[in-house]
């Protein structure tokens, strides 16, 4: 059964750091496209960053500039770092893989942003 593990969220004050980690099993880790999307209370799930299998990235406008993902492909870990949060920031954040057909998504694990 494939297993998505994200780690590192918790609580924060304005203006700190978190770094996420997501943790992937029973997955050919280093063909699957990579991404974090997140989900506030009463609003829609949106995507936060991903990055391809050949390592190019792409970020939601609200993060660019704050936010850095990456993978290491022997790991079969994919991270987010996140940088200067602000409140808006808190969420549940998820982990994803997807190759062709298949998407997998892991349990969130819980960020929030204190002012």
């Known amino acids: 059964q494939v297993q998505l593990v994200e780690s590192g969220g918790g609580l924060v004050q304005a203006g700190g750091s978190l770094r996420l980690s997501c943790a992937a099993s029973r997955i050919s880790f280093s063909i699957y496209a990579m991404g974090w999307y997140r989900q506030a209370p009463g609003k829609q799930r949106e995507l936060v960053a991903d990055?391809?299998?050949?390592?190019?990235?792409n970020y939601a406008n609200s993060v660019k500039g704050r936010f850095t993902i990456s993978r290491d492909n022997a790991k079969n870990t994919v991270y987010l770092q996140m940088n200067s949060l602000k409140p808006d920031d808190t969420a549940v954040y998820y982990c994803?893989?997807?190759?062709?057909?298949?998407?997998?998504w892991g349990q969130g694990t819980q960020v929030t942003v204190s002012s």
């Open positions: 994803t893989g997807g190759f062709e057909y298949r998407t997998y």
């Open positions: 990055i391809t299998n050949g390592g190019s990235t």
